[in-house]
């Protein structure tokens, strides 16, 4: 049997940061190809595949029992966080939704996060919702990465409990939960090439919103406000090369 997984970049670099030893769970484990590949390069690991639909819960038992890790792998079906048991994992795992259903699974779950040390997301999009979770609840981002894979810009975004300094700064707050409080001091080429066309998505948008009949000035302005952000943070132009 061929005894490894070979995952995404995007996934590989999410397993990195699973703490030694963890217990921990994925939510919206799909294939559970995650827990699985740190399970097998982590003896001491132990997770929990969560799933909401019986068909990726089928597909990651049958992951789970191909690798022979079901003593260390539970699937389990259910709805966010409520497959979960209070106390049971030190980290969690939400990777491949939109931010606002990342955000909205740790809101409806709370009351299961009392031992969670660690959590990192993946959000597809709508990074700062999740950010703004983070900061109202007392996590601290720790560590983000951004990376392209397959014509896709993702960031990742590691935030633990009690961490000893925060990263935001009182009077940018706004603008670093849009950019990432990390990710903008370290301003690498795919940062550079997202918030490009970042500025035409909102040059755009505005051009629409003012050609419409009846106008939001609020949203206008919103906008606008952003633009001037993203125009500023581009006119820089200091690129680090780390990727």
């Known amino acids: 049997m061929n005894n490894t997984i070979k995952l995404s970049e995007r996934l590989s670099t999410v397993a990195a940061y699973v703490t030694e030893g963890a217990f921990f769970a994925d ?3 799909d294939h559970a190809y995650l827990p699985c590949y ?9 997770a929990i595949a969560g799933e909401v639909k019986e068909g ?6 049958e992951t789970v029992n191909k690798y022979d890790l079901s003593s260390r792998v539970q699937v389990r079906l259910g709805d966010g966080l409520q497959v979960l048991r209070q106390g049971e994992v030190n980290v969690l795992v939400i990777a491949g939704m939109g931010g606002s259903l990342i ?7 709370k009351d299961r996060l009392q031992s969670v040390q660690r959590i990192i997301v993946q959000p597809n999009v709508n990074e ?14 720790t560590s983000e990465e951004i990376l392209e894979e397959n014509g896709h ?31 903008i001091e ?16 909102r040059i755009r948008v505005i051009d629409e919103m003012k050609k419409a009949k009846e106008q939001n000035q609020d949203k206008i302005s919103e906008f606008e406000k952003e633009l001037s952000w993203v125009q500023e943070v581009l006119k820089d132009g200091n690129v680090n090369s780390k990727q």
Do not use: M
């Open 27 to 29: 939510i919206g484990s």
């Open 186 to 201: 370290h301003k690498t080429e795919i940062f550079i090439k997202k918030w490009k066309n970042e500025l035409s998505k």
């Open 153 to 183: 810009i993702y960031e990742i975004i590691i935030a633990d409990r009690e961490a000893a300094k925060s990263p935001y700064k009182t009077d940018l707050l706004q603008e670093q939960l849009l950019f990432g409080p990390l990710l």
């Open 38 to 46: 740190v399970c097998l390069y982590d003896s001491k690991a132990h």
């Open 56 to 61: 990726p819960f089928k597909s990651a038992l």
């Open 128 to 141: 700062r919702n999740v950010r703004e979770w983070f900061y109202k609840n007392n996590y601290t981002i």
């Open 103 to 109: 955000t909205s699974i740790l809101e409806e779950g």
